[in-house]
């Protein structure tokens, strides 16, 4: 991912992994996820152990339900939010959940 960027990471107090769960491209969004998780954490432990949700997208494609079924098995303790960005579903409970967790973690802050 580039020491650059994951740099930005440090700031963030919980981390939102965005993935194809269609598998667009002949991708497999549990090894990206995998991968994505490892490089992270060779990165900087603490990025690897700060709390994490998995956004996964184009669910409105036929292709993601096995895909979405094999992220919530290999990911089984993770929250997994179902989206389509081009039919707008799951976006009310995407909302919902970044505003608990960010209103959430301010208010944990300050007690």
Request: glycine share 6%.
């Amino acid at each position: 991912l580039g020491h650059e960027f994951l740099r930005h990471l440090l700031r963030c107090r919980f981390l939102l992994f965005v993935v194809d769960a269609a598998g667009s491209e002949g991708r497999d969004p549990c090894s990206d996820l995998t991968i994505l998780r490892k490089e992270i954490s060779l990165y900087d432990e603490s990025l690897a152990k700060r709390p994490w949700i998995i956004l996964a997208n184009k669910t409105d494609l036929p292709e993601a339900a096995d895909n979405l079924a094999a992220i919530k098995a290999r990911f089984p303790k993770i929250k997994v939010l179902p989206v389509s960005a081009q039919e707008g579903d799951g976006i009310a409970a995407l909302k919902t959940e970044l505003f608990k967790r960010v209103h959430g973690s301010a208010r944990s802050k300050k007690a």
